[in-house]
């Protein structure tokens, strides 16, 4: 019995190994986003599919605020949106739901007005030909419903409308300057793109007129980068189970104690008692 609970012990880093290994494989990405511009703030739930409690909880979300991302098995997942402070149990203003495939990123944001609100999910690029950037456009801006978007002298969307997202775009890297023109005037931005990574620029009501948000979706090593425009966010829910050493170990060093008194009890139990 103590060689197969020493078995047991010595077999605990090789479990702690393949449940590592398990927990790193089929993972993909996804962040979130408010880009509804008369939408109040909103509360965002990530649910794991089938399963009522919220793996992700980013609190009084407002217009123009995106996560950063977040690190997810790959599965289907649902996200659902409610009054920013309403209770986790209320029904959803918005819900949809996404599959997310390993080696994927994507983002689900609220767009169009909040009379027609909806949450969309777009497929985030993670990947760039040799050499080149990529970059795409998210048209958020309600006061102004059309624009033309241009970087340098590349123009990436003309007549773009209002809750539309461009494909992305092949750019050469260097620092260029994004434009976005519409009837009520005229908006510029400075954007650096660096070879291998992927952009969307996020056109926006600003308090003084239209405002350009660079996001980096790709930092060019294939996967996505930690950081987002991430203002306004409250705490979020646990992120799954931890590593299952410890509890293999207290596990294993209790039967160890457990099966050491049990030998200790029988053989005291076969001495003859003294006089």
Sequence with gaps: ML????????????????????????????RLAHLSPNTPAVDVYLYSFGNSNAMIVLHHVAYGTVSPYESVQAGDYSVAMRGAGAPATSQPVLSTSVTISAGHAYTVAGMGPESGLRLQVLDDELTTPPGQARVRVIQASLKEQVVKVSLGSTVLASDLKFASVTPYQTASPGTETVTVSSSGGTATS???????????????????????VNLEDASGAGKPPLGGV???????????????VPWLAAIGAGLLLALTGGLRLRRNRQLPARV
């Design 190 to 212: 400075s954007v650096t793109l660096a070879a291998g990574t992927v952009h969307t620029l996020v056109v926006l009501d600003g308090a003084s007129g239209l405002e350009v």
């Design 3 to 30: 060689l197969a609970a020493s078995a047991l012990l010595l077999g605990i880093p090789a479990a702690a190994t393949a449940y590592a290994s398990s927990a790193t494989t089929g993972t993909g990405w996804i």
């Design 230 to 244: 991430s203002t306004g966010f409250g705490g979020t829910a646990p992120h799954g189970p931890g590593s299952p």
